[in-house]
């Protein structure tokens, strides 16, 4: 006969059982003890990422809020796809729009290891 001992379960990662063998339930001829380890994996909750600019239209600068984001990349492109400039920025950045003609302009967000966010901007002096 082959008995268990109630499963005893930790919170530093192991499990412990220990087997009883016995030839009529009163006689243990012999004992196996087992540890089973384990690792309860959490991911870390991220924060929402969200991006704010403004104002919209913009005449001298447009001002570029991130949260839950510390560094990404911005890059500034017309509506024909060319790219205007490209800079790093981090969660505040004010952009001078001042040189740039009237029109369409597209504010893209490349976010390392996350996403790219990309917002239509139009610029009217």
Do not use: C
Not at 21 to 42: I, M, Q, R
Request: glycine share 6%; aromatic share 8%; hydrophobic share 35%.
């Amino acid at each position: 006969k082959v008995t268990v001992n109630p499963y005893d379960w930790n919170t530093n990662g192991q499990a412990h059982y220990r087997y009883y063998l016995s030839d009529d339930g009163s006689n243990f001829s012999d004992s196996v003890d087992l540890v089973l380890s384990y690792t309860a994996a959490l991911k870390p909750v991220k924060e929402e990422i969200s991006v704010n600019i403004g104002p919209n239209p913009a005449a001298d600068y447009v001002q570029i809020t991130m949260n839950g984001v510390e560094s990404a990349n911005l890059k500034i492109m017309d509506a024909l796809g060319t790219t205007i400039s490209k800079e790093a920025i981090f969660s505040s950045k004010k952009i001078n729009v001042s040189d740039l003609r009237n029109g369409v302009y597209f504010l893209v967000i490349e976010i390392p290891g996350s996403k790219t966010i990309t917002r239509k901007v139009i610029i009217r002096h």
